[in-house]
């Protein structure tokens, strides 16, 4: 029994984080790194800009959902009810619009390479060199 509920316990946990996400920007945006706390106030729409004052627009990836799910299990440690419960109550109030939809990675980072302003999270399989790498979950 103890060896039944230490792999079922194994399969939630490669489910709670199962990518390997970074979080990208444009190579001439300023930034060479960011801290989580700074990806956190990007993402959840407390600054709109990058530490440079350069504008910062971050991007969502919405297809396949289980990244969006990641990507906020890992930064925030919510569920993404949670996030989308937040960001329902902001969007009432008039202060601040969430992230933008992508359709998935490839795109966003066809996207964040064609913009300086843009910030968005992909599996790190999907990096290119026209993107750079400011804040990675492994380190």
């Known amino acids: 029994m103890r060896v039944l509920i230490f792999f079922i316990s194994l399969f939630f946990a490669s489910i709670t984080w199962?990518?390997?996400?970074?979080?990208?920007?444009?190579?001439?945006?300023?930034?060479?790194?960011?801290?989580?706390?700074?990806?956190?106030n990007i993402f959840m729409g407390r600054y709109r800009k990058f530490p440079s004052g350069q504008s910062a627009i971050p991007l969502d990836v919405l297809h396949p959902a289980t990244g969006r799910e990641q990507f906020y299990r890992g930064l925030l440690n919510k569920e993404l009810a949670e996030v989308d419960?937040?960001?329902?109550?902001?969007?009432?109030?008039?202060?601040?619009?969430?992230?933008?939809?992508?359709?998935?990675?490839?795109?966003?980072?066809?996207?964040?390479a064609s913009n300086i302003n843009y910030i968005a999270y992909c599996d790190r399989s999907k990096v290119t060199d026209k993107v750079k790498v400011v804040f990675d979950f492994n380190h």
């Open 18 to 40: 199962a990518g390997d996400w970074v979080v990208i920007v444009h190579p001439n945006s300023g930034v060479t790194q960011l801290s989580k706390g700074e990806v956190i």
């Open 85 to 112: 419960s937040y960001w329902a109550r902001l969007k009432f109030s008039g202060q601040v619009a969430p992230p933008l939809g992508v359709n998935n990675s490839d795109a966003v980072v066809q996207m964040v």
